[in-house]
């Protein structure tokens, strides 16, 4: 893994919104979609940090389209790899 994005909204509709988004803005990957409760959904996607970034910026404006809230965004270049015992 060379960066993750990671993308937190209020709503499945804006996050799915995003997550296509994303996916269109740069060659990036999802490897994880986790339903966090309360109505919280979170995106992750992997690819190099250049493509994540991009990647991240378009999925910060496209839930607009939706109605939905950003809660948060962040890209973490060159993680862990303890942090993959998180994620799957």
Do not use: Q, W
Request: charged share 20%.
């Amino acid at each position: 893994m060379e960066a993750i994005g990671l993308i937190e909204t209020r709503g499945l509709v804006a996050a799915m919104e995003a997550l296509d988004t994303m996916c269109k803005a740069a060659t990036v990957k999802m490897i994880d979609m986790k339903v966090v409760g309360s109505g919280l959904v979170a995106v992750v996607v992997e690819g190099d940090v250049a493509a994540v970034t991009a990647a991240v910026e378009a999925g910060k404006t496209a839930y607009e389209r939706t109605g939905g809230e950003l809660i948060s965004c962040n890209v973490i270049p060159r993680p862990h790899p303890e942090l993959a015992k998180i994620l799957f």
